[in-house]
């Protein structure tokens, strides 16, 4: 594929050795990108459709999405065609927890959140992990502190496969660079002040010199803001008891 805007040599050497990781996920076949359609996401998905990789493209509906993420799967669809699978929580743990914690028990405790976070999100990806060789993110390096120590490429020891963060080392301005020199379309939060962006309830945009990630969770009080779809393997739960 080719940029349509001129681009600096050195971003150009950037395209490629994503695309590089890339084609390395899609000859571990079977390989699956799991999308949220953040800005990054938007890049990743862009490369492996002009390209024609095979990596399937999954993404997680929780039910609580804000609702410009929806119009820009829309838009995803008239653009690249039917190129993705939605997945969604299993109705009968998602009662259960609704049940147990209410609609926004999310609120009241970490733990809660977690739980939510577990039933909405997790195990719906361990499922679609299930069998696959690759896993292709659009995590970055930059993102967080949490992320700071990204690699290209790692076994995964949760979900037992391969991991590739094709934009590990991308910069903010290198995402929007991309974007915009293809025309493709992102999500329209981003605009509004919000760099990341998940579930509806649980995000909100930031203000200057907050991290990206401080508009996640922000009701909680320290710790990290992650949702436990990219863990460390410490303490966490085998894939095969997920799935």
């Known amino acids: 594929m080719h940029i349509n805007a001129p681009t600096p040599t050195g971003f150009a050497n950037r395209v490629d050795s994503a695309l590089a990781l890339l084609h390395d996920a899609a000859g571990?076949?079977?390989?699956?990108?799991?999308?949220s359609f953040g800005a990054e996401d938007m890049v990743v998905l862009d490369l492996i459709r002009q390209s024609r990789l095979d990596i399937a493209i999954v993404t997680l509906d929780t039910g609580r999405l804000p609702e410009q993420t929806y119009s820009l799967m829309h838009q995803v669809q008239e653009r690249y065609g039917p190129c993705f699978e939605t997945l969604h929580p299993d109705p009968q743990e998602l009662s259960?927890?609704?049940?147990?914690?209410?609609v926004n028990g999310f609120y009241s405790s970490v733990e809660n959140r977690k739980a939510c976070c577990s039933v909405r999100k997790i195990k719906p990806l361990a499922r679609a992990l299930w069998g696959k060789r690759a896993w292709v993110t659009g995590l970055r390096a930059q993102q967080a502190a949490t992320r700071s120590a990204l690699q290209p490429r790692e076994y995964d020891l949760v979900y037992c496969l391969e991991k590739f963060n094709p934009l590990f080392d991308w910069t903010d301005a290198q995402v929007w660079e991309y974007l915009r020199a293809n025309t493709v379309p992102y999500n329209a939060l981003h605009d509004q002040g919000y760099p990341s962006i998940g579930c509806a309830p649980c995000t909100r945009a930031i203000t200057r010199g907050e991290e990206p990630r401080a508009g996640r969770w922000w009701w909680e009080a320290g710790g990290t803001k992650e949702c436990g779809l990219h863990r460390s393997p410490r303490g966490t739960i085998p894939i095969r008891e997920l799935a």
């Not at 571990?28 to 999308?35: E, Q």
């Not at 927890?97 to 209410?102: A, D, F, I, R």
């Open 28 to 35: 571990l076949a079977p390989a699956v990108f799991s999308t």
């Open 96 to 102: 259960r927890l609704v049940q147990s914690n209410g």
